[in-house]
């Protein structure tokens, strides 16, 4: 098997997109497997899981760390997301010094046009975050296809608290006919339940506690969906929100995994599952369980 020849140097990171494909190139022979975990950096546990299965099934691994700005539709969404850089390498250290770093400069990326393609996700970019976040998939489409097309991933690792996301890129691979696997993995979370995510990180300790609510509320919406029908528990949760008034819920919506439609009524034959977005002092969560 081969195994890359850069062990004993330090980690490799880049910040220009020819700079990594030739090394890349230098590294990796024909049918070497290249594993990508793609991220917007303030690294936690979930991310370094994503790493870690990447570095156990692929020769090389390589993560990218970029926020992109055009799948932001609120500029102060963009301009308060954490950025956290050395720590992020400090913690991909910890992990595995083989681990390659592509730490692009929005011009790297754009090319001096920073706008987003326009893409035909088949609706499910219509849907929920699609929503709520216009123009949200053009700018993750954009990026992840840009990503691809510098990384030649053999595998792709995509975490499924963003599930909306990963069926998004799937949708994006097929459509295209783009050469990588793309591999789910389950969302990790905190010891109260609180499903991790970057954002977390803006959160006070006594925010990031509280936050517990939403998978303890989406949990006892699971209970309640054994016995009721869409519309109670969908009632039911908006009322539990309204209890909590450091919560502000956006959308509740139980809804079939592959077409992420909304579902009115239960069937047994279908894989559903439900997804919530909620504001905690401005600072917007996301969350989902399945159903069945
Ligand atoms: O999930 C994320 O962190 C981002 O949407 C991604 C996939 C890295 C694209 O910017």
Known sequence: MFAPNY?????QIFNKNIELRAFLDSQTVHNSTIG??????ALHEGHL??????LLENEVTVVSIFVNPTQFNNPEDLAKYPRTLEADVAKMKALNKNIIVYAPSVEDIY??????????FDGLEHQMEGKFRPGHFDGVGT????LFE????????????????LQ????????NQLPVTIVACPIHRESNGLAMSSRNSRLTASERNEAAIIYKILNQAKEKFQTQEVDLVEEWVKKEFEKHPLFELEYFVIAEESTLLPITFKEK??????????????IRLIDTIPFN
């Open 7 to 11: 062990n004993k140097m330090c980690m």
């Open 36 to 41: 990508f975990v793609p991220t917007m950096g």
């Open 49 to 54: 899981a994503l790493m870690q299965r990447s």
């Open 111 to 120: 090319e001096g046009k920073t706008t987003a393609a326009s893409f035909d």
């Open 143 to 146: 990026i992840v296809k840009r």
């Open 150 to 165: 510098i990384v030649c991933p053999t595998n792709a690792y995509f975490g499924e608290k963003d599930f909306q996301q």
């Open 168 to 175: 998004i890129v799937k949708k994006l691979v097929a459509k």
């Open 269 to 282: 034959a279908r894989n559903c599952r439900a997804f919530i977005a909620v504001f905690v002092n401005n």
